[in-house]
Each structure stands twice: as structure tokens, then as C-alpha cells.
């Protein structure tokens, strides 16, 4: 549980991606990992994302560390908005385990080292090349799959629906992990 | 000297470096990291400093024309700077803005579509929907 949640420090930070905003507070709320939620069905045991998703409009809620990342649809102004999704990070914090499982199914995440060797090599490019920039920007990527020479990766938070990340940066992930990884990657997201 | 922003420079297995340009996917590769992050600088039309070589269009304009322009220099190219991008004012006609996307945002191809969607919103919100009835990439 958050003690300190009346000292608790809250910031907000546009993101390159009109339709998201980062929310950086002085607390972790994801200790472990990063962890991407767009339906209420997903993340009923962490009440801090069902509340954020249930604000009209919104439809993603992006958590890693100290930082939750907000997607809405356009249709609500930002000036409201950041205030109801304060009042609910304020309201929900108390009460909210910064270790929570991801999710109720499969409640402990796959550790890399029991990932196949080269989805650990995939996940050590990306950490080193392209994750920086994408975490900066509220932003992550995940890797679904690896099927000879397809790899299907999937964004998260900020990146999800911004043009930017479907096609220039796609290229350009594509274009290290063919140098680093294998010549004829090709690399689709979904 | 100022930071390139949302670059992530790293080495690679043969022990070069590699600069990437997130956003744009750009990618500029050095022998050393300095050769690395020079070539991105110049890959993004930047001075060694971090600095942008493109001159202000602000005071080519008068009335309401400048305005925008000093609005696309100051709040929306600070926005723009997240990723190493600038925006200028070309032209300004009967309500239509020709804005012009560089730096991060040059050749980039999603460049068009944050003008339309973030660009426009922005300046309409400033200045009404009267005012700016369309915007225009200048490529």
C-alpha cells in the first residue's frame, strides 16, 4: 500500500501524441515492469485503472514506475480531463499495491531469462536502441510473437494509434534489428 | 550543448555506435559516439550547438499573420522540440496557413498528419475557427 498519499507530488506532460498525457507522480505505482490497459474487464483488481477507464473518453491506461499515461479519443478537453484523472489518482492511491499482479489470470509475469534465446536477444536490441525514446515519450513496445522471419510487436501507452510509431519508427526498428538481429526481419504491429 | 531529444544513441556488436531518431526512425551510425550523435545533428538540419539553422519567419508577417508565426515559434515548436522538430509560418492567405514541419519532423512520414491533427487544433484553439479556417504543409 502508498503511504504519504496527501504529500503526494502529481505533474502532467503532453506527450507528442495529441490524444495522451503523461501523469508523473512522486510514488512508483508499477514497481515491476510496465503494464497497458484498455477494458475495464482487464484490471478490475487495480481499481487506480478501472477508474481511470471509466472517465469518459478515455481508452488506455498506460502504467511503469512512477508514471501513468493517458489515452483518451479527442473528445474531451485536456484542462477537465487532467483534473478528474488527478481527482482519481488522488482518491485510488491509498488503497493501491505498487506490486499488483499484471493480471488476474496469470498473475506472475514471464521472466526474460525463461524467454526463448532469441526473443531475449530481440528484447536486449530494443532495450538498448529504441525503448529509451518510446518511454520518454510514455511509450512502450512488447513483443508478441517471432515466426521465421516475422516478428509481430505490439505498442503500448502514448505510442499505441500515433501515426509516428506505425510508420517512421517502425521502419527504423526494423531497419536496426535487420543490422543486428537478422537481414530479412520483417516487423509488423498490431 | 543542448540535448538531442528523443534520440537514443547505443553500441552496436561490432562496437560502433548507432544514433536512432525515435519518432522518425532515422538512424545515423559513427565509429565513435560523438561521430554518431554529429551525424544525427546533421541528419536533422541542427548546428553543432543543438540548435536549429533555420532563420525565424516571424518578421516577414504583420497583424494577425504574426501572431500565428510567433505561436508556431514559441508554444507549438517547444512542443515539436520533444522530438528534435520546429514548425515556421511560409505563407499566411484568406484564413489558410502554410506551415512548414522541420528538424525531426522533416520527410518524416506521419509529419503531415501531426500537423493536421495537434497543429490545427492548437492554433484553433488560440485563435478561433474563423481565423484559421485550414493549414497547408510546406514540404
Given at each position: 500500500m502508498i503511504e504519504l498519499a496527501t504529500n503526494l507530488q502529481l505533474r502532467t506532460q503532453k506527450t507528442p501524441n495529441p490524444n495522451a498525457w503523461k501523469f508523473i507522480l512522486?510514488?512508483?505505482?508499477?514497481?515491476?515492469g510496465k503494464i497497458s490497459y484498455t477494458e475495464t474487464r482487464e484490471c478490475e483488481h487495480v481499481p487506480l485503472a478501472t477508474s481511470l477507464l471509466r472517465?469518459?473518453?478515455?481508452t488506455q491506461v498506460h502504467l511503469f514506475e512512477n508514471v501513468i499515461t493517458v489515452t483518451q479519443?479527442?473528445?474531451?478537453?485536456w484542462a477537465a480531463l487532467s483534473q478528474s484523472v488527478e481527482d482519481v489518482i488522488r482518491r485510488t492511491l491509498p488503497e493501491h499495491?505498487?506490486?499488483?499482479?499484471?493480471s488476474m489470470a496469470k498473475p506472475k509475469r514471464v521472466e526474460r531469462t525463461a524467454l526463448p534465446l532469441d526473443i531475449q536477444q530481440l528484447e536486449e536490441i530494443l532495450d538498448r536502441t529504441i525503448r529509451p525514446g518510446l518511454q520518454a515519450d510514455g511509450g512502450d513496445i512488447e513483443i508478441l510473437e517471432l515466426d521465421g522471419n516475422i516478428l509481430t510487436v505490439r505498442y503500448q501507452g502514448a505510442c499505441g494509434g500515433c501515426p509516428s510509431a506505425m510508420m517512421g519508427t517502425l521502419q527504423g526498428i526494423e531497419s536496426i534489428l535487420r543490422s543486428e538481429f537478422n537481414p530479412y526481419l520483417e516487423v509488423v504491429a498490431i | 550543448m543542448s540535448q538531442l531529444q528523443s534520440v537514443v544513441i547505443s553500441t552496436k556488436a561490432d562496437g560502433s555506435w548507432q544514433a536512432v531518431h525515435v519518432p522518425s526512425g532515422k538512424t545515423s551510425h559513427g565509429l565513435t559516439k560523438v561521430e554518431a550523435e554529429d551525424s544525427m545533428r546533421e541528419l536533422l538540419g541542427m548546428t553543432e550547438e543543438g540548435s536549429f539553422q533555420e532563420p525565424l519567419t516571424s518578421d516577414r508577417f504583420s497583424g494577425l499573420a504574426a501572431d500565428i508565426a510567433l505561436f508556431l515559434e514559441g508554444q507549438v515548436s517547444e512542443m515539436l522540440a520533444l522530438h528534435s522538430g520546429f514548425a515556421r509560418l511560409e505563407a499566411f492567405d484568406s484564413g489558410i496557413a502554410h506551415i512548414r514541419l522541420g528538424g525531426g519532423c522533416q520527410g518524416c512520414p506521419s509529419s503531415t498528419m501531426t500537423l493536421l491533427n495537434g497543429v490545427q487544433q492548437q492554433l484553433q484553439e488560440r485563435f478561433g475557427e474563423e481565423s484559421i479556417v485550414d493549414i497547408v504543409p510546406v514540404l
Open positions: 512522486s510514488v512508483d505505482i508499477k514497481r515491476d472517465l469518459a473518453n478515455v479519443n479527442g473528445a474531451s478537453d499495491d505498487p506490486d499488483f499482479a499484471e | -
